[in-house]
């Protein structure tokens, strides 16, 4: 038993070492030693590698050979597997099949079913071509008349005599009658008179305001054309203006009295929402905006329609107020070149057509003074509705800066009409096309008695200034009334915005010859 036990704990302490690894060749099982206690180990000399060591390097081999096989394995693996992934299989069917089939349904860009509407390049390239054809024509007009822009020349479009200035005066004569409409409406606010007496009044104020005017600048013989122009302007302006004066502050009458029947308390007329600026500039009511600050803020603001309390701005942005000025000053430098260097040699060259009645020269000359008068319409309609108008908004802090809407897409002749002008377009509306409505007349005749008071205004502010009559704006402005109707039912869509351009490129400058044609001729005689 004795002799056994020692060898038999050898065998098992040998193949523990071989097979278990180098741990086991140094530790041996139950804390015994892998020989017997009396037995010694061999001695190695130093530098020789001993069995153990070597089985030990062997064993670690082994083991690193393994864990890279196992890792080789497994990447090997997740690599097939993402290979037989869907989004990989779908991604590579999609690719296939974009290289097999590349046309689908669509229409072409310029098509109207297309839906496209980026048409930027297009439009820079009309804008280019137009640029250099104008450049031309005012190449051959430097070419063949020379530089006839003369800025003294524009002075004395306004005065003949230095020391008289009859459209100024003219014009600080209309406070007369801003301050009667004012102290009649005092009256009528404390019931000193009554409502029909008031009307009265302000009917015989407003007709003299247009008569005064009319008279002065046909009997004053210093007054210029484009003096007499500008200062029937300003009183055609302010007619309009103290008309809604009269009729809002009636109005805030009537709600006053509807309101003192039901014994409600006391009357704010009306209840308006307060604006941004509406801590800097308190809200008023009937009868406290009846003050010389009121009426005289409304008759500079860029208004023709009158209100207690007019949306205003928080604050004045000075450099949108320079950027305002800066064009005003160089769009009317540059209305008043054209003028001189290309519109007048051109009417003064077609009026020898005229005479001679020669219709194809006429013709010709029409469409070569369309370009100059068109262009130059244009330019005055951004210096007056956005330059002009927004600057005294901004210097006044008016809020309502909606002067004009996009009467450049009109289809129709009365839409171009309701909002290329929109502070004529909610006078008339407000004060003229719906109260006729409400007494029940016709929609038809409410829109032609508006072409007709309109037609009315064009001629009284070229008529009197040339003071001479032949009712070619008058024409002109009631033509427009079958014309909207021929438009509004033959044509659409761009027909009809075609049409639209048409009549304002051509039927301006016939009126315009037609007015310089009669002047020149009553005033010169005819070129020989």
């Known amino acids: 038993m004795s002799d056994k036990g020692p060898a038999t704990r050898r065998r098992r302490t040998t193949t523990s070492g071989c097979g278990g690894g180098g741990a086991g060749s140094v530790k041996q099982a139950n804390g015994t030693k892998g020989l017997d206690a009396g037995a010694k180990h061999p001695q190695y000399p130093a530098g020789v590698k001993t069995p153990a060591t070597e089985v030990s390097k062997r064993q670690r081999a082994s083991h690193n050979n393994n864990g890279n096989l196992d890792r080789e394995e497994s990447g090997e693996t997740e690599q097939h597997r993402s290979s037989n992934s869907p989004r990989k299989q779908r991604s590579a069917v999609e690719d296939i099949n974009d290289r097999l089939s590349c046309h689908v349904l669509q229409e072409s860009l310029l098509s109207s079913a297309s839906g496209y509407s980026n048409y930027r390049g297009i439009l820079n390239w009309c804008v280019v071509m137009l640029m250099l054809s104008n450049a031309r024509l005012f190449l051959e007009n430097i070419i063949k008349y020379g530089i006839l822009v003369d800025p003294i020349q524009v002075v004395s479009l306004f005065l003949k005599d230095p020391y008289s200035w009859p459209a100024a005066c003219l014009i600080i004569a209309s406070n007369l009658f ?53 200062s029937l ?103 008043v070149g054209l003028i001189q260097q290309w519109m007048v040699p ?50 006044l802090q008016f809020g309502d800066r909606e002067f004009y809407r996009d009467w450049w897409n009109s289809e129709t002749v009365t839409y171009f009409w309701a909002n290329w002008n929109i502070p004529v377009h909610k006078w008339c509306l407000r004060h003229f096309y719906k109260p006729m409505l409400k007494r029940g007349t016709n929609k038809f005749l409410a829109q032609t008695a508006v072409f007709l008071v309109s037609a009315f205004f064009h001629e009284y502010l070229v008529s009197i200034p040339l003071k001479m009559f032949r009712l070619w704006a008058f024409m002109g402005m009631m033509a427009q009334v079958p014309l909207a109707w021929f438009v509004g039912r033959y044509l659409n869509g761009n027909y009809g915005n075609a049409a639209v351009w048409l009549s304002l490129i051509i039927g301006q400058p016939i009126a315009v ?16």
């Not at 009528?188 to 009319?214: D, Q």
């Not at 000075?318 to 005003?328: A, P, Q, S, T």
């Not at 010859?513 to 020989?528: A, E, P, S, T």
């Open 178 to 230: 801003i301050l009667t409409t004012l102290y009649v409406e005092r009256r009528l606010a404390v019931g000193t008179i009554s409502e029909t007496t008031g009307w009265m009044l302000h009917i015989f104020n407003l007709t003299c305001m247009l008569v005064f005017s009319s008279v002065t600048v046909l009997s004053v013989t210093s007054m210029t054309p484009v003096g007499g122009v500008f």
């Open 513 to 528: 010859l037609m007015y310089f044609h009669d002047y020149y001729v009553m005033h010169h005689g005819y070129i020989k």
């Open 346 to 395: 051109t009417i003064q060259n077609s009026m020898k057509p005229f005479r001679e009645m020669d219709f194809s020269r006429m013709v010709e000359r029409l469409l070569k003074l369309a370009v100059p008068n068109h262009l130059i319409w244009l330019i005055f309609f951004y210096w007056f509705f956005h330059s002009s108008l927004n600057f005294v908004a901004e210097l």
């Open 233 to 335: 302007g300003i009183y055609t302006v302010l007619f309009l203006k103290l008309y809604s004066y009269q009729d809002a502050n009636r109005w805030c009458r009537e709600i006053r009295q509807a309101k003192a029947k039901r014994l409600t308390r006391s009357y704010s007329c009306p209840d308006v929402k307060q604006s941004n600026g509406s801590a800097v500039h308190p809200l008023v009511s009937y009868p406290g905006n009846l003050t010389h600050r009121d009426m005289y803020y409304f008759v500079f603001a860029p208004t023709l329609c009158y209100q207690l309390n007019f949306p205003r701005s928080p604050r004045i942005r000075k450099r949108f107020l320079i950027r305002r000025l800066f064009e005003m000053l160089f769009l009317m430098q540059l209305l």
